[in-house]
């Protein structure tokens, strides 16, 4: 079965850390360009940072830029986003998705731009 599986969200305080997870199943991550999404309640989803298929190229939202880091083990098959010094206003529900295609910095937060969705995992923080 093809899928992409995130997980490692959770209840974090303020300042606290998670790294989520976004394991494939049924098919390989490699050559593959890798982002994660976010969207909170009331809100669009956002692309938070994405992570490319080749050179492990970064991209990264403003918000989470030196809280948040993106990397990939492509032995594993998952790609990581540790999330750092962690902020109420980052509780959402956190999507990664994947596409074949190398990202540049103006598409890669657009949805469309990816072909493949995992289903989410919620991070709340909260005190």
């Known amino acids: 079965q093809v899928q992409l599986v995130e997980s490692g969200g959770g209840l974090v305080q303020p300042g606290g850390s998670l790294r989520l997870s976004c394991a494939a199943s049924?098919?390989?991550?490699?050559?593959?360009?890798i982002g994660w999404f976010r969207q909170a309640p009331g809100k669009e989803r956002e692309g938070v940072s994405c992570?490319?298929?080749?050179?492990?190229?970064?991209y990264y939202v403003d918000s989470v830029k030196g809280r948040f880091t993106i990397s990939r083990d492509n032995a594993k098959n998952t790609v990581y986003l540790q999330m750092n010094n962690l902020k109420p206003e980052d509780t959402a529900v956190y999507y990664c998705a994947t596409t074949r295609t190398f990202l540049y910095n103006y598409n890669w937060s657009k949805e469309r731009a990816y072909d493949f969705w995992g289903q989410g995992t919620q991070v709340t923080v909260s005190s």
């Open positions: 049924g098919f390989t991550l490699d050559y593959r360009t």
């Open positions: 992570i490319s298929s080749n050179f492990g190229i970064t």
